[in-house]
């Protein structure tokens, strides 16, 4: 089966669509996305390099553990090295040694997460950089004009996302105001033909919004869709709201985003939120989740988590996950990878993440064939299984 192709939005800046369906199993999707630096099969998850590198990993490691496209902040660019130094090194993919696809967000996450230092009005945001209180502003346009000189293959819109829960005066505010600032980046955008800086052709996403109202999301992507984007976001999830609340919002909201074009959820987390966001057509989605949990020990597995501190795995000569072929697992004992994480040792960093990254591609993996095969909702339930057995053997349940 393959999804409905027809949609009522405006063709993005680069006309068709980049994005191709492949299958679909219930909402679940299955397709390829095209960028300047190549295609990424989907659903993806998209591995993040903040400041431009993959904490703990070298580029070909991120390659080894199947990631296919990788994702930097454009407000931590900004602040450090900055956008002209940046596009004066080649570009995010000279400068980083990754030539494969890159997603730049917008910095709009940080107006939620760093809430104490921004100030936001109808023009843009100003923050006092965190690294020494220095003015720092993004406007819609300025917003283009960096991820331009940084050079990523799909670049956001600047968004005003509001911390969950919001009163819905707030809600209201933060999706009309991130409507009409995707006009104005649409505008930029196309003022400079959608070239990079460093001369290929970058996608243009537009971010929904509107807090956990149904109402408004539908509001703001009807809005965004009369723009035009190349691809759409479901923005403002995995900022307060409980977990069950986050899987419902991704249900309720990506099927609103525009079936023949790429969907992406941003900011989750956990292997069960995305084998969610995948149960609910979403085709991207993106953490710093895998590589921060893994530098405290933690492992994520087909057996769910593993707390790599724990005592019981000082003696304990089995991989992290048999199932996993990543050169953690084929190497390594949980208890020589115990003895690295206390000892606070680079080489545990560097193999737990490897391994949480090479989880989440397999995983990614596995969806994708199971909704080509139509039996994803069979994969669903082994998966949700496996990770139900193994809280028990952890003592987690």
């Known amino acids: 089966m393959h999804p409905e192709q027809e949609s009522s939005a405006k063709p993005g800046p680069g006309g068709a669509s980049p994005w191709r369906a492949e299958a679909l199993d219930g909402k679940a999707r299955a397709g390829v996305l095209s960028t300047a630096h190549g295609e990424v099969q989907t659903p993806t998850f998209m591995a993040v390099g903040t400041h431009g590198s993959v904490k703990a990993l070298l580029p070909y490691q991120v390659k080894e553990a199947g990631t296919g496209i990788v994702l930097a902040n454009t407000y931590h660019m900004l602040v450090r090295p900055g956008p002209d130094i940046v596009a004066d090194l080649g570009g995010l993919h000279?400068?980083?040694?990754?030539?494969?696809?890159?997603?730049?967000?917008?910095?709009?996450?940080?107006?939620?997460?760093?809430?104490?230092?921004?100030?936001?009005?109808?023009d843009g945001v100003t923050f006092a950089s965190h690294v020494d209180g220095a003015?720092?502003?993004?406007?819609?346009?300025?917003?283009?004009?960096?991820?331009?000189?940084?050079?990523?293959?799909?670049?956001?819109q600047l968004d005003d996302v509001p911390e969950l829960p919001a009163t819905p005066e707030?809600?209201?505010?933060?999706?009309?105001?991130?409507?009409?600032?995707?006009?104005r980046a649409r505008a930029a955008f196309e003022a400079r033909a959608g070239k990079s800086a460093q001369g290929h052709q970058q996608l243009l996403f537009g971010i929904q919004q509107g807090?956990?109202?149904?109402?408004?999301?539908?509001?703001?992507?009807d809005g965004l869709k009369e723009v035009g984007f190349d691809g759409y976001a479901v923005g403002g999830l995995s900022v307060g709201e409980t977990k069950p609340e986050m899987h419902k919002g991704m249900h309720d909201f990506a099927p609103m985003l525009p079936s023949d074009r790429p969907r992406y959820v941003m900011g989750v987390g956990?292997?069960?939120?995305?084998?969610?966001?995948?149960?609910?057509?979403?085709?991207?989605?993106?953490?710093?989740?895998?590589?921060?949990?893994a530098r405290h020990g933690l492992a994520l597995t087909s057996r769910g988590r593993v707390n790599l501190k724990n005592q019981r795995h000082e003696r304990d000569l089995s991989p992290i996950d048999p199932k996993c072929k990543c050169h953690a697992c084929t190497n390594f004992s949980r208890g020589y990878l115990r003895h690295m994480v206390r000892q606070e040792e680079i080489v545990g960093n560097t193999l737990i993440t490897l391994h949480n990254l090479t989880y989440y591609a397999t995983l990614m993996r596995e969806a994708r064939e199971a909704i080509v095969e139509e039996r994803f909702q069979a994969f669903y339930d082994e998966t949700q299984e496996g990770w139900r057995k193994g809280a028990l053997e952890e003592g987690r349940a």
Do not use: H, Y
């Not at 040694?97 to 940080?110: A, H, N, V």
């Not at 707030?170 to 600032?181: F, V």
């Open 94 to 122: 000279q400068m980083t040694g990754w030539s494969g696809p890159m997603l730049t967000d917008s910095g709009g996450f940080q107006v939620f997460s760093l809430a104490s230092r921004v100030k936001t009005k109808e």
């Open 135 to 156: 003015k720092i502003s993004l406007t819609p346009e300025s917003c283009m004009e960096v991820q331009g000189k940084l050079g990523a293959d799909i670049i956001m």
């Open 170 to 183: 707030r809600e209201i505010e933060s999706m009309t105001r991130s409507l009409r600032w995707a006009k």
């Open 211 to 221: 807090g956990l109202n149904a109402e408004l999301r539908q509001q703001s992507i």
């Open 270 to 293: 956990f292997p069960e939120d995305i084998l969610e966001a995948v149960a609910a057509g979403v085709d991207m989605m993106d953490c710093v989740l895998p590589t921060r949990v």
